[in-house]
């Protein structure tokens, strides 16, 4: 297809500021900003970006938190053609320098102190060309939008790297595009909502919609660590009426409410990201003056289901497993039996790849699920499944569906347990122990062994002088799971993006040391 401007994602931001100049666009912390004043800035720092040398196709590294200034810089460098590569405020020096060496950007964005990476990192040291925020350097003359094809590339995210070298995760302005309508649909959001969103890409979602977005007053780099205090009279003095966000940051929240007495004054809440379990549902749905929802998703594909809190509570206890719902409209989803290394389909095809007992890896493909990683050809290969024209998209996470076509999540395909010839999934057994007073967090893994295969492993969040009365109480919950090893930790160890999801890695050290 040809470039046009209209392929331009940055061309739905300068729409809704031609539509509602004085509306506004984001509040951070410390500014706002309305979307006619957005959208002179971002294509002031395009034109300053073409001038320098960024020319259509160029990756750009952007090392800055999520602001107001995040946005100028992202929305010009799109603006200018080029392609944002986005690094999370969180990442070390070993997953900046993975990403640099991916990605290969000509040139770096970052605040003042994030100039410093050039003294700390020969790869950030490498790029050729360096900008900081908020300076003459970034304030040009006004330029139009550079046009694109659908299919260029468009933005480029890594994924956590939790369990490995993070990926980078390269979307499409056609696939942007895709990913806003099906949020915009998902989510169900009007014109007169206030949105307060912890995850960056729903901020992109909220300009193209023309809907006002509040950035928490909060350190994105720590979401479990939030000031709830001030969060929530942000909220209020704002006049919050949506928000999204990763579980920690709702658990925050939902234990000052709990605290204090005060509800979440909002008519809808969505919390993905990782995994959202019936606990926390259940306090979300007493809490929030609307509608909790459950949203199931992934860096490579989000939305992919949806349930709301209620629904989900309602329906716990009900099975094994966390039910998170209906996939979404224009989504394609199959199950496939689990399988550690890549799938490539014979002349067969789906026949051979059909589960033994219904639960298997889910798998999507569509417009919003991604078809490929930057310069990475294995994590590819190990990812998607190439059906003709079709790429699907391998969630590593198991799952089964039931009657009625909703979506019953088992816990990581990886991390299946194989115990004696006999396969347990860890989210079941998870959940069971989350069930016992005094438990806040559970991790069921298998321990190799030469006799069993595995020896299955509770490991629980909890005051480590409870562990003999907890025993006998976990075993019973987890009936018929076994249960061969016990740890009862103060504190299991989480991923750095949403500190929700275990760090199963830095957790195996620790059991083995």
Known sequence: MSATVESNIVSRLADAAARHPERLAIADAHRQITFGMLAERVARAGGALSRAGVTRGDRVLVFVPMSVELYVVLLGVLHAGGVPVFVDAWVDRRRLAAAVRAAAPVAFIGSWRAQLLRLLSREVRGIARSFRTGSKALDGALAPIVAVEPDAPALVTFTTGSTGAPKGAQRSHAFLLAQHLALAAHL???????????????????????????????????????????????????????????????????????????????????????????????????????????????????????????????????????????????????????????????????????????????????????????GDPDAERRSKIRDGEVIWHRTGDAARLDEEGRLWLLGRVRERVIRDGVLWWPLPAEVRALAVEGVTHAAYIGVLDAQRGHVAVLVVEADPRSHGALEPLLRQALDPWPLDRLRVVRRIPRDPRHASRTDLEALRRTLLS
Do not use: K
């Open 188 to 374: 169900g959001q009007s014109r007169d909502d206030v949105d307060m969103p912890t995850l960056p890409v729903f901020v992109l979602s909220n300009l193209a919609l023309g809907i006002p977005s509040v950035i928490p007053d909060a350190d994105p780099r720590r979401p479990g660590d939030i000031d709830p205090g001030r969060v929530h009279r942000q909220m209020v003095r704002e006049g919050v009426t949506t928000s999204s966000g990763s579980p920690a940051f709702y658990e925050r929240l939902a234990t000052w409410c709990e605290g204090t007495g005060r509800s979440l004054p909002l008519r809808a809440l969505f919390t993905g990201g990782a995994p959202v379990l019936p606990p926390l549902a259940r306090r979300l749905q007493a809490l929030v003056r609307g509608t909790a929802h459950v949203v199931y998703g992934s860096t490579e594909a989000e939305p992919i289901a949806g349930i709301t809190a209620a629904e989900m509570v309602a329906l716990d206890g009900s099975a094994d497993g966390v039910c998170v719902g209906r996939p979404v409209p224009d989504l394609r989803l199959r199950l496939v039996r689990p399988h550690d290394g890549p799938i490539v389909l014979s002349s067969e095809g789906w026949s051979e790849w059909e589960p033994d007992d219904g639960a298997g890896e889910v798998i999507v493909a569509g417009a919003h699920v991604l078809r490929g990683y930057v």
